[in-house]
Nanobody, 119 residues
């Protein structure tokens, strides 16, 4: 099993910044990637960004690629999401997830952290 614990959410004004952290523990060697997803009220959960543990290959949703940066610290099994120039439409619960190695399945999820951007 892999455990994921997020931190860093909160309330920020439009144009502000937040940094989310996700600490992974357990059998992290069974995963090859970590990612951030978000779910706004009434909307489906969507992948915002992801990164491979080994090579640091990244993916970004088009709407955030110029504003968000995902990074990882392999020594700490921690993934970060730096969010700049936040907009009210970024308001959502943000979840950290880990993908089982060799698959497309995001099997492990954190509890989520609320990000609220006020206009």
């Amino acid at each position: 099993q892999v455990q994921l614990v997020e931190s860093g959410g909160g309330l920020v004004q439009a144009g502000g910044s937040l940094r989310l952290s996700c600490a992974a523990s357990g059998r992290t060697s069974s995963t090859d990637s970590a990612g951030w997803f978000r779910q706004a009220p009434g909307k489906e959960r969507e992948r915002v960004a992801s990164i491979t543990w080994s090579g640091g290959l990244t993916y970004y949703k088009d709407l955030v690629k110029d504003r968000f940066t995902i990074s990882r610290d392999k020594t700490k099994n921690t993934v970060y999401l730096q969010m700049n120039s936040l907009k009210p439409e970024d308001t959502a619960v943000y979840y950290c997830a880990a993908r089982t190695a060799g698959t497309l399945t995001w099997n492990y999820w954190g509890q989520g952290t609320q990000v609220t951007v006020s206009s």
